[in-house]
Each structure stands twice: as C-alpha cells, then as structure tokens.
C-alpha cells in the first residue's frame, strides 16, 4: 500500500488522528442518524434507504431525484410508488455484483461463507433475476449463467477461474451475463439437470465425497429455510434409511429410534433423486475438489462397485445395517407429504414422487414453505433485519403470494421488501 | 449311528418331553420323600477325578468322537458322572462301564446338526446341576464339546424346519406386569413358605432358579418362566407339584392345587391388553413361541477361548471353548451386561483373566505359531485413542498381542520376532478408509508367519502391508488376557462386546467371511399366522427375530409361507403391514407400513415362500423379551382392509412477537467497497485498493446487524477510506472529476484558503452525505470538524504534497465514516 504508506511517513502522529477522527466521528455521526431516523423521512430519505438496500451504495444525485420524485408524485399509491422506485434502484450494476452475490454466496458451500468466490451457483442466481426467470427453476432448471464475451477464461466444468475473473475485474454482471444451458456446457442430458443443484459450484459444496445427502440438507437449508432438525419427524417409514446408517450408534438403538430416523426416515427416500450423481476430484493432491468436476452416471453406465447406476457412495458402509435399503435407482418419495411436515405446504397437483433430481427439486421448488423461504430471505436482506410482529408477518404473507402469483420473480419481493421498510 | 438332519430335529424336540419326565421322576422322589440330594460338583472345572473307562472299545469313529470330545469332558464325577454314571440315573450318558452303552444313552438327548438345541444343553441351561455359577456357561460350554463331537456337520444346515405355532389373538394373552405387587401377595409367600429350603442362593445346596428368595423382585424374575399366565395349570410351579410329586410339602394334589389358585388370583389381576378392534391382525406370538434360527455356521475348529457374553448377571465372563483350562474374565470398574448377549465396557472397566488361565494362549498358540483374534464389538465413539480392544499384554508398553482403537482405525499390535515387544511397529486400518464405525462390526485380526498380520472387518481384508511374520518365541507367559483396557488399567476402550473368539491357527478369508455372515446373537423365527384372514391353509407371514441390543428387537425379511404343499393362491392384496407389540402399534420403526404387494403362487416358492422385504427395522422392546407379544397388523390383506389416514397437523401457533429491532444497518464487505468505489470514482479492480481491500475483507462487517457493529471493524473500513481517498487524490482525471476548482498543487496555506476549502469540502460532502437529506449527518456539524481537522493539518509543511496528504485525510474522515456506513 505505497499510498497509505506515503501518508504515514508525511504526517506520523497526524495519521493517528485522522483514524482517531474518523472513529469517533462515525460515532457521533452515528448518534446523530439514530437521532435521525425517528423523525419522519421524506420522499427524497425514502428515496436514499430504497437504494441504499437494493444496491447496497447510495444513489447518484440524479437517480436520487429522479426515485424521490417518483414516490412523491408517481401515479401509483404510495406503496407503489415506492417499489416502482425500488425497481429504478435495481437497475444498479452494484443490486447484481453486489447484493444479489452476498445474497446467494452463502448457499454455495457448507460453511455458508459469505466471501466465498462468484461462481456458476451464484452467477446463475444473480441472472435468473436480472432475467425475472420463474425463480423455481432455480432447483429445476435446465440454466446457468457465464459470460462469453469478456477477456476472461472461458467457462469450466472441472475449475471456477471463469467466475473468479469476473470477480477481480468488478465487471457489470447485469451487462457480461448471459443465460446458456447446463447441459450443452457440463454434458449432463437436459433431464438430468437440475438448477443449483446441478451447477458445478453445487456440486463442488455438496456432491463432493460424503453420501450426497448434504444436497439434500442444504438445499433444505437453503431454499426452504429449513434445517433437518425442524422436519424431523420420528414416525415415518424408516424402510428407505440406507445400509450405512447404524441402527445402533455406540451401541445404543436408542438414540436411532429417537434421533436419527426422525431426519433419515424422510431424507433418505427424497435423496435417492441423486443417486447417479459424484463429484469426482483427487483427494490426495486436490483435497477441496478445486479441479474436480461433476459426475453424472447418463443411462447405460454401470458403476462397478455398485453394479448400477448408482454411485458408490450410496453403497458406503454398507454392513453397518446389512438389511437396511440398498439403493437401486434414483427414484425419491416424499414421506413428508404426510404427518406433521405436511405443514410444508407440498403442491397437490404432483405426486410426491419421481425419477432424478430434476423433479425432486420441482418437489422443493413447488411448496410453500421455497415461496416463503425466498420471501422471507429477501425481507431480511432488504429491511436488515427478521420479521418480528404481526404486521412483519402479515406482509411475508403477501408478499408470498404475489411472488407466487406473478411468475416467482425474485424481484417483486426486493421491491416489496423496500417498500415496507423505507421508512417514514 | 448318527442322528443327524432334520428328522432328528423334530423327533428330538418332541419325543424328549417324555423322556424329560422320565429323568426328572428318577430325579426327584415321590410324595413325601425327602429332597433329592445334589451332586457335589465343587471341585474346579477340569479337575477330573479318577476318570477310567472300561469295558469293549469304540465300535465305530463315531462312538470315538463321541468318548473324545464329550464324554470325557462331562463322565467325571464332579461333572455328569456323579449321576448318570453306571448305576445312576436315567439316562446313563456318563457310564464308564461300556462306551458304547453310553453313546446309546446319549443320542437321544444331543442334537448333532445344531448343539445348541440339544435337550442336555437345554437341561444344564436350564439349571440342572450346572459345575459354574452360570447355567448359561455350562450350557454353551456342552453346546461346544458336542459341536466338536459333531466336527463339520453341526450347524452347517441353514435350513430351519417351521413349525405351526400355538394360534392366539393379540391381546388375549397377558404380559407380566413389571410390577411385583399381586406377585408378591399371592404366588411369593407359598414359595416362601416351601421352596426357600432350596431355590434360594442361600441355601445349604442352592437350587435355581432361585424364585424363593426373600427379595421379590428377584424372586418375580425368578418365577416368572415357571408361570403360565394364558395356561396357569401348565406352569412348571404347579405341574412339578401335581404330576412329578417333587418335594411336596403335604399332599401333593392339594399342594398343587394351592400353587394353581395362587397363580390364578395372581393373572386374574393382569388386565388384558385391548387391541383396536377395526385393526386387521395376524395372530400373535412372544419370543417362546419363536423358532430357533440355526446359529451354526461359525468356524470355531481351532478355538482356543471364546467368549458368548451369555451370562448376563453376575461379574464373570464365562471362557465357552470347552478348552482347559477355562480363561473365564472377572469384570472390574463398570461393566455391564446388554440384552441380546453381551457386555457394555464403561469408566475404568475392564474384563481380565488371570495369568495362570492366560497362559494358556501362549502355550496353544506358541504350538501352533499363528493365530487368529476374532471380535463382535460396537466402539461407543470414533473419537478414542490408543484404546485397547483385546489385549494380551503385561502393561502399557510390552504385550503378545493387542486389538486397539484410534478414532477411525483399528490397531494391531503383535508381538514377533521381527517387532519389538511391545508389537511394534503396528499396522491400523487406513484413515482415509474411516474403517471402525461406532457401529457393531465383525473384526478379525490373523497372524502367521508366512503373511504376518492381517486385518479383516466385516468379511473383507483391510488392504494394510505387512511383512513376513517371523516366529513367537519370544512370547511371555505371565502376561493376562483383557478386554476394554489395558492390563494396566489405563488405556480404556468404550464399546460393547457381543462375542470374542482366540483361535490357534489362522482363519482363511473364506473361514472369515463364513463367521462374518453367521452373524451373533440368538435369532428366531416368527411365523405369524394369517390363514384366518385369506383362504391359505396354515398361512403365516415369517420374520426373522433377534434381539438386537438392550432396547430394541430387529425384525427383518418377512417372506409369505404356507406349511400346506402344495398350496394354490392368486391375487391377495397385502397393504401397509405394522409390527404390533402388546397391544398396540409403536409409532416408530413401521418400515413395512408402506408394503404394497400382491401375494400370488407364481410368485411363491415352496421352500422360501414369497419374500415380502429385503428390509430389517428396530422396534423398542416394552415389557421385557420375555413378556412382549407381537403381531401384525394390515392396512388391506384379501378382503379385509382398515385404511389409514393421517390426521392433518394442526397449523403452528403463531410466534410471539419479537423485541423491536432496529431499523437501520450497517453496510457489509461488498457494500462498503462498492459504495467507496462509487464515491471517489476509483475502480474496486484498482490494484491498491483491491490489495487493501483483500487484505481487511474478512476484517469488515459480514451481516449488516448494527448492534454488532466492533471497532475491529471500523479499523477496516478506515484502511479501506484510506486507500480509496489516496488512490482517488493521486489520479489526476478521477481528482478533477470530483474536486474541478480544487488545486492540488498549491501549498496547504493557499490550497485551504476559504474558496479551497468550499471546492474540497462542498463536493466532498455532496457525494458522501447526498444532497437535501434529512436523515444525513447535518452538514454544517460536518464541514466544522472537517475545518478544524484541516486547519489543525494546515498548520504545518509547504509543499503541495503536503496539500494532497490533507486532502486524502480530510477524505478518508468522511469516507470512512458513518455517513457511508450506514444504511
């Protein structure tokens, strides 16, 4: 840092009161917004906070006027003027490069690590939205996002250097992206793909060694806000829970009749949809699968271990419970569409069955509980905070349906969201 | 002659009622008569006393075996000889005068094909006379002399005879009730009053089971298997009295009949479980009614000490090889029995023999030069280290042979002429492979000179390098036999045993995988009879039952069979199949309850039957396994059906509402950058800012909650100010861009003279604190810190760099301030 360095040798013990004066000015300043915010906000406060929230910067002067004067003067009542602002804050480059990463880079990878890189999960993400693409597709979807055009290496299946260039070079992903399919690009069949699930980043975070039931979790985690301690639900079938599960952890069956069937008994049969997939990667010499790449067993393949086209790892561990399920094929059942996780909220209109990951995630994408979940999750990153009260709750609750009612795109609740909380 | 197959099955478990009483009158005297006397079997196991055989020699190999492997073992006089020698009792299996007399008197009692099964194993198990503190030792320690009589033929045959079971209704039997109380008023004071002189553990010669003890939960668990609750006048209490005349206390029919009518007040108070009557139910059984499933197959030919773990009282474990002397291993520290056959290693515990009957490892194996150590065990965690499994050692660091854990690997440590003495170096189970589960697993570790140590878990080589094996002179015969720890006492290992084995020669792969698939643990058959249900002769639904550890049975691999051959049937629905236990259905474990097959002949085999499931299930026991009743229950099968439908959840009450929150925030990494970026104009891919802004990225705030807000993370962003102010000062177009009329080239005392001032601070402001904005920082506030930090700057140096260093400072305070930060 030649810069900072210059200033440190040219003022010395001034260079600690600058810092000094920066803390305990934003102190102060601090005090004084806190001050601020009680008193009532203007169309031009509400204006700055709408894009403050949506773009994460603050508006140029010109934008601020022009948003300000719409939601003093726009045709619409007040709550529509204000999320036709929102939608004039979206059209910031910073609403994509920005929020929209830090929004869905956490749900690339286990340790929900907001710094991880941009990658195909999360560039995917970011144009679905630009696009207003049905955000359920996320989970089904035959889409992925690149861009093709820019001096950066060219996407692929077995490292992430397209993405993490883009990245460096603080592009304008709402310009560079463009939508292409999976399946022309990783050589997964079009029926096989899935959304997310079947992006290499994907992949990379929950396909990787394991028993691919972290694919299952996280997306439980992370598009229906769920995690498996709050669907358990111990008086399921447990006739679907693997070999590799032990009926008797150190010895004590106690603890799977109380704990380990609640979540196996319904994850097991939802994740066999991802029987023939693998991340494969070199363990030894690659151990965080940076050059692995998704496996995906297309018809007519036999794993050797297995003897189908089931992955081995579905066959791990297979004399801890001999008689347990021996997974043939990647048909899923969804166990939870009765008892107490009915409350998910599963669409009546399938079955709550199938073949591959592609209608699982359809499965997913289609309850109540992904709408909420997206809405919910927009709510916190836009108000900065969890819905607390009734009035919070009552408009989640709206605003799952018109994200349900207006084609699922993700838009409509960033724009709802800054509505309800611009305050004033 | 050899009575072996399944003929002989059936004849011997039926046709030994008869001869049962026959023993059990030349037994007991008659009315009246004075308590049978009682062998003196004191002396120690293996002590025979004068044991000489005459009369003719063998007639054939067999009646050889027989002499080698059994008689010898049980024709002494502090054994079976004391009573069914010559001139004893009936049968006359011990006598010394005529070896082939007594393989006559033998045969009928022994089951070649399956040991276990023999009515002299079931005899001793059962209490009769047994040379040990435990029945149950004595029992398998006959079980394997006999199965050394039988060499290759004893329980090779995996075929299991089904038998009719007693057809009962679930719930019109009774279960026990865990409680003693009516037990303890009606049934206890008459054996206390005329069976203490005998069944007590106190008595001069004790006689079990000891159901006349004082204590009556003892003396309830006791009785209990000599008590019929659905046929009171079955009971042994009753039948010992009224038709075997033993030890009557006055008249024996009065007697008996005073036994009866205490039993019978006793299961009147026993409330009969009610089954919902729209349930479709098979008819029920309990674990009596089970079929013993063959438990051969094992290959113990070469056993030298083996451990079944049968007991389950006491604080011995009973060495079952039949091989003298018996290595028998006293617990000490906290150890327990499970059910389902086995101990539970706790804090400090540890099962150790003595050195003396430990030397017998040495001396057999040294024979031999190679050995096998073979293992049923669940580890209770992966995360103990340097744990001792098995262990034949004299302390920490000097051993013959030691099975250990370490997270995820099983350690083998054996001592040679090529390792030190302490089995080192060892070889253990790769990490990568996370070989030891905390699940039961079958562990075998061979040694031999030719291939050196192997490791085999659950049938499969572990693929682990070793070298030659060299030989076991240097062997110690001082060293104990431990299990669960060191002999020290300081390495413990927690986990559960459910069988271990010490073999003198080494198990082939095939002889592994062969005990491997025998599995451990009792296991039954279940036939659950449901002609009463479809129109099939004897048609039953078959599991195989074991006790899986102490809570839970496993039920695994229905199949559909009928006793009838052959047997005609097409179509019948079978739908959503439960396991009921006492009553009712558990509501966790129903692994059959989404069965959804048809049962058709096309399909069904006579042998097999018709497989209904490949799956196994747990279900928690309830009462005991001597006490639960199962049946099964059918959401449809034929024409009867009671479907089910799950009630819809009631909705969640709605949360409570939260503590306010507020209702701004703090902008996050990516937003502070992006927002800095978007101020000055400088690029985020400027290569000083980037460096600083990888270098405090992690530094800065991740979530945008302003109560978390640290002042780690206001050194960040002050970094990050910093930068961006210097980057955008030092760039000629981005400097012009924001600050037109500001000149940077002049020295600080005219640079920051008033019109100085109004072209840095008023754009400054502009773009950090936005314009007309009410919710901003008040501009006047701002612009006098921002003087007086300029004027206090000012004061010092000439020289337009200084002017520019100002500026970057002047920046860097609104920059990186509050009025960026927050949102």
């Given at each position: 840092m030649p810069n900072l360095g210059s200033i440190k040798l040219a003022m010395g013990n001034e260079m600690r009161e600058v810092v000094m004066y920066i803390l305990v000015g934003s102190i102060a300043i601090v005090a004084a917004l806190l001050f601020c915010v009680t008193a009532d906000a203007g169309s031009r406060e509400q204006a700055q906070r709408i894009h403050n929230r949506i773009a994460g910067v603050s508006p140029l002067a010109v934008r601020l006027d022009e948003m300000a004067a719409l939601i003093q003067t726009g045709s619409g009542t007040e709550e529509e003027n204000a999320q036709a602002a929102a939608f004039i804050a979206m059209q910031h480059p910073d609403f994509y490069r920005t929020t929209l990463k830090n929004f869905s880079t956490p749900w690339t990878n286990r340790d929900q690590d907001v710094f991880a890189a941009l990658n195909d999960y999360s560039a995917t993400v970011i144009g679905m939205v630009r696009d207003d693409v049905d955000f359920r597709e996320i989970l089904t979807g035959d889409i992925v996002y690149l861009a093709p055009n820019v001096a950066v290496p060219g996407y692929s299946t077995s490292d992430n250097r397209h993405y993490e260039e883009l990245e460096q070079q603080g592009l304008d992903l709402a310009s560079v992206l463009v939508r292409s399919d999976q399946s022309s690009l990783t050589g997964v069949p079009p029926e096989a793909t899935a959304g997310v699930i079947t992006t290499r980043a994907g992949a990379r975070a929950f396909f990787i060694a394991g028993t691919n039931r972290a694919m299952f979790r996280f997306t439980l985690l992370n598009h229906l806000c769920m995690d498996l301690e709050e669907v358990k639900?111990?008086?399921?079938?447990?006739?679907?829970?693997?070999?590799?599960?032990?009926?008797?952890?150190g010895g004590d069956s106690r603890l799977f009749r109380n704990n380990?069937?609640?979540?196996h008994s319904g994850m097991d049969p939802m994740t066999q949809a991802f029987a023939y997939y693998n991340f494969e990667y070199d363990p030894d010499n690659d151990p965080e699968g940076n050059s692995g790449q998704l496996v995906y067993n297309r018809s007519g393949t036999v794993d050797v271990f297995t003897g189908t086209r089931v992955v081995k790892k579905y066959h791990h561990n297979q004399n801890n419970f001999p008689t347990g399920y021996v997974t043939v094929n990647d048909n899923w059942d969804n166990y939870w569409r009765e008892g107490r996780n009915q409350r998910i909220g599963w669409d009546s209109t399938l079955t709550g069955s199938g073949t591959g990951a592609k209608s699982m995630g359809r499965e997913l994408a289609n309850s109540q509980a992904f709408a909420a979940c997206q809405v919910t999750k927009v709510f916190r990153e836009v108000c900065l905070r969890d819905p607390v009260d009734a009035a919070d709750r009552s408009k989640i609750d709206s605003m799952v349906s018109s994200f349900s009612n207006s084609g699922f795109k993700l838009k409509q609740p960033f724009a709802e969201s800054a509505a309800y909380c611009r305050g004033g | 002659m050899r009575f072996t197959g399944l003929l002989f099955k059936s004849v011997a478990r039926v046709g030994l009622t008869g001869l049962l009483v026959s023993i059990l009158s030349a037994c007991s005297g008659g009315a009246g008569q004075e308590t049978e006397e009682n062998p003196d079997l004191a002396a120690p196991a293996g002590s025979s006393q004068s044991l000489v055989l005459n009369g003719p020699a063998a007639l054939t190999t067999d009646v050889q075996g027989f002499r080698v492997n059994l008689w010898e073992n049980i024709a002494p006089d502090n054994r079976c000889g004391q009573c069914h020698g010559s001139s004893g009792q009936s049968p006359s299996f011990a006598r010394n005068d005529d070896i082939n007399l007594a393989y006559e008197q033998v045969n009928p009692i022994v089951d070649l094909n399956q040991p276990s099964q023999s009515r002299m194993v079931s005899k001793v198990g059962g209490g009769h006379n047994c040379w040990l503190d435990s029945d149950q030792a004595c029992a398998d320690i006959l079980a394997t002399w006999i199965s050394n009589w039988a060499g290759d033929s004893a329980g090779t045959s995996n075929a299991v005879e089904l038998r009719a079971p007693t057809l009962r209704d679930p719930g019109a039997s009774k279960s026990f009730p865990s409680d003693p109380g009516v037990f303890a008023s009606t049934v206890h004071p008459l054996l206390l009053a005329y069976c203490s002189n005998c069944h007590t553990d106190t008595a001069a010669n004790p006689q079990s089971p000891f159901f006349a003890v004082s204590d009556v939960i003892a003396a309830y668990a006791a009785a209990r298997s000599k008590i019929e609750i659905d046929d009171p006048p079955n009971s042994r209490l009753v039948v010992r009295l009224g038709g075997e005349f033993h030890n009557c206390w006055t008249d024996c029919n009065s007697n008996a009949s005073e036994m009866l009518a205490a039993i019978e007040t006793f299961v009147a108070s026993i409330p009969e479980t009610a089954v919902d009557p729209d349930f479709v139910t098979s008819r029920s059984l309990t674990l009596l009614d089970g079929i013993v499933a063959s438990g051969g197959g094992r290959v113990d030919t070469n056993v030298i000490a083996l451990y079944q773990f049968k007991t389950l009282s006491g604080s011995i474990a009973y060495d079952t090889s039949g091989v003298e002397p018996s290595l028998d291993l006293s617990f000490s520290g906290d150890v327990s029995w499970i059910g389902g056959w086995g101990i539970n290693i706790g804090d400090n515990g540890k099962a150790q023999g003595l050195t003396s009957t430990s030397k017998k490892l040495h001396d057999l194996i040294t024979s031999t030069g190679e050995y096998s150590l073979e293992a049923w065990i669940a580890s209770a965690n992966v995360t103990q280290e340097e744990a001792r499994i098995v262990s034949y050692s004299g302390g920490n660091m000097t051993r013959n042979f030691t099975l250990g854990q370490t997270l995820y690997n099983y350690d083998f440590l054996a001592r040679s002429s090529t390792t030190d003495g302490n089995g080192d170096p060892a070889i253990s189970t790769p990490d990568a492979d996370e070989v030891l589960q905390a699940t039961l697993q079958h562990v075998v570790a061979t040694f031999d000179p030719t291939n050196g140590r192997q490791l085999y878990v659950n049938g499969s080589l572990i693929d682990v390098r070793d070298g030659a094996g060299g030989t076991l002179n240097d062997w110690d015969d001082t060293f104990a036999f431990a299990l669960g720890n060191e002999v020290s006492g300081d390495r413990l290992w927690r986990g559960l045993f459910k069988l271990v084995a010490i073999h003198n020669r080494v198990l082939t792969p095939g002889q592994v995988l062969q005990n491997f698939d025998a599995g451990v643990g009792e296991r039954f058959f279940f036939l659950f009879g449901i002609s009463h249900l479809i129109n099939?002769?004897?048609?039953y639904i078959v599991f195989e039952v074991s006790q899986f550890d102490s809570y839970s049975y496993l039920f695994s691999q229905p199949y559909f069979i009928s006793l009838t051959s052959p047997v005609t049937f097409q179509g019948i629905a079978l739908r959503g199949m439960r396991i009921g236990i006492n009553g009712r259905e558990p509501e966790v474990g129903q692994a059959y309850s989404k069965l959804d097959i048809t049962l058709d002949d096309s399909l069904y085999s006579a042998g097999t039957g018709q497989p209904l499931s490949a799956i196994g299930t747990i279900l928690g026991i309830e009462k005991g396994a001597d006490s639960d009743e199962f049946f099964l229950t059918f959401e449809q099968l034929g024409t009867h059906s009671n479907v089910r439908v799950e009630a819809v959840p009631d909705p969640l009450p709605t949360s409570p509402d939260g503590d306010a929150l507020p209702d701004i925030g703090i902008k996050k990494f990516d937003e502070i950058n992006a927002s800095m970026s978007s101020i000055t104009g400088v690029p985020t891919s400027n290569l000083d800012v980037l460096g600083t802004f990888l270098t405090v990225r992690q530094q800065l705030p991740v979530t945008a909650n302003i109560e978390g807000f640290l002042s780690s993370q206001q050194m960040g962003v002050t970094q990050l100010a910093i930068e961006y102010c210097s980057s955008l000062v030092e760039d000629p177009v981005l400097r012009g861009n924001l600050f037109p009329a500001f000149d940077f080239n002049a020295v600080p005392v005219s640079a920051f003279d008033t019109a100085g001032r109004d072209a840095l601070l008023i754009p400054l402001m502009d773009v950090v604190l936005g314009v007309n904005l009410g919710s901003q920082p008040d501009r006047n506030q701002t612009r006098t810190e921002l003087e007086s930090l300029i004027t206090n700057f000012a004061s010092s140096g000439t020289t337009a760099e200084r002017t520019r260093t100002i500026v970057k400072a002047t920046c860097a305070a609104v920059l990186g301030g509050a009025a960026m930060l927050i949102q």
């Open positions: 639900d111990i008086t399921r079938a447990p006739d679907r829970i693997r070999q590799d599960v032990t009926r008797s952890p380990c069937i609640g979540c | 099939v002769p004897e048609a």
